[in-house]
């Protein structure tokens, strides 16, 4: 029986066509969107991702990565005295304006790191030499500027020994790193932290944030918890965030995660959710409003041979079973094509980095949970008008 009810609904090209196009364009729309929001949520902490270090101290008031608000000079001298700490390094972190050789403006992500240990420095170099970066007017650049920002050539990218201006002042490239891109859309450049306030107009205070270690021996929580009691400064650990994580922070309002509380900043703060939001709704709704009335116009015109079946003795649980059989058959194509489409868009948004893209491993199976909702919905229609049948209608017409 279950064969002959593919048979019924392969036999109707038009609408299983249909079914299988409805589910596909929502299964693509609530993974392709979720997938963006994702990787857009993963770009508000590049900072913290392209600045490796276990721990990030920053004033008592602020609340995400790329809030800024100043912190005195001796601060970080306050941050090395707790006993706890390993190390302390400076951290300058804003965004600049950059003159290329061609005579346009570009922005750009200014890193300012400590120059006797590099800490806050790129952890991968695809050219160039770290060490070069003590040399004057050196800067090292991530490769969406070498690729895209900053290069004046269409063809030609930005290579090792081009300089451009920063304030005026010549930035000669050192390195390229492979780093996170920008929410902002301006590519990074690293430099020395001294450096960096000569490139910068001065103002009273100008470091950013410090980053910092613990001891051997001592938990990052432990350290973060000593510094922020020793010193009145916000400290917060740099580490992946995990859904546990996310649902802690909004259950006690507070987190020691710098991820968490940046990305969630953002989800509070801005329209970004509910963008991507409605978008998802409007994928989920297509899929149901089609998927729903065109299986149950399929149903009704099948209706005499289901009729037929059941002057032949099918019972009805059989009937109803050939219904499902038939919708999560639709349904399992549709999501098939629905994320081999996604995949498809994944592979050209990860190979040119842009639009972003992270798709977490728990959302193609809440997808497909909500696909054979659909499914089990549309199939409930056709169960509801198949009870109700009498086998004498097909006598009667």
Request: charged share 15%; glycine share 8%.
């Amino acid at each position: 029986m279950l064969r002959l009810a593919l048979k019924m609904l392969f036999g109707d090209t038009a609408k299983y066509l249909m079914l299988v196009a409805g589910l596909t364009v929502a299964t693509f729309l609530m993974a392709q969107q979720t997938a963006v929001f994702c990787g857009l949520m993963n770009w508000t902490r590049s900072t913290i991702r392209n600045v490796p270090a276990p721990i990030w101290v920053v004033e008592e008031r602020v609340e995400q990565v790329n809030e800024t608000n100043p912190l005195l000079d001796t601060d970080v001298a306050r941050v090395r005295s707790v006993s706890s700490v390993a190390w302390a390094s400076p951290i300058y972190s804003g965004i600049q304006r950059v003159k290329l050789q061609n005579g346009s403006f570009k922005i750009i992500q200014l890193i300012g790191i400590d120059s006797n240990t590099l800490a806050g420095a790129p952890a991968k170099l695809l050219a160039g030499n770290l060490m070069q970066l003590r040399q004057p007017h050196s800067v090292i650049i991530d490769d969406m500027a070498a690729f895209k920002r900053l290069k004046t050539d269409p063809k030609t990218p930005v290579k090792i020994g081009d300089v451009f201006e920063i304030n005026d002042q010549e930035a000669r490239v050192v390195g390229i790193a492979d780093a996170a891109n920008s929410f902002t859309g301006g590519p990074y450049v690293w430099t020395t932290y001294e450096r960096a306030l000569q490139y910068v107009p001065p103002q009273r205070k100008m470091l950013q944030a410090v980053i910092c270690a613990p001891r051997e021996g001592i938990s990052l929580q432990k350290a973060v918890e000593d510094i922020r009691r020793e010193t009145g400064l916000k400290a917060f650990i740099n580490e992946e965030a995990s859904y546990a994580d996310f649902r802690e922070y909004v259950q006690q309002g507070k987190t020691q995660n710098f991820n968490v509380s940046t990305v969630y900043w953002y989800i509070k703060n801005t329209g970004i959710p509910i963008s991507f939001g409605i978008t998802v709704i409007v994928g989920l709704l297509v899929g149901m409003a089609v998927s729903c009335q065109t299986f149950y116009s399929f149903v009704l015109e099948n209706m005499r041979h289901l009729g037929a079946l059941k002057a032949m003795g099918t019972s009805t649980g059989t009937l109803c079973l050939m219904l499902i059989t038939q919708a999560f058959t639709v349904g399992l194509v549709g999501y098939g094509i629905g994320l081999l489409l996604t995949s498809g868009f994944a592979m050209g948004a990860l190979k040119n980095e842009e639009p972003p893209f992270y798709l977490p491993e728990f959302v193609p199976f809440v997808v497909l949970a909500v696909i054979l909702g659909i499914c089990m919905l549309a199939a409930l229609m056709g169960i509801w008008r198949v009870s109700r049948l009498e086998p004498a209608m097909v006598f009667r017409s």
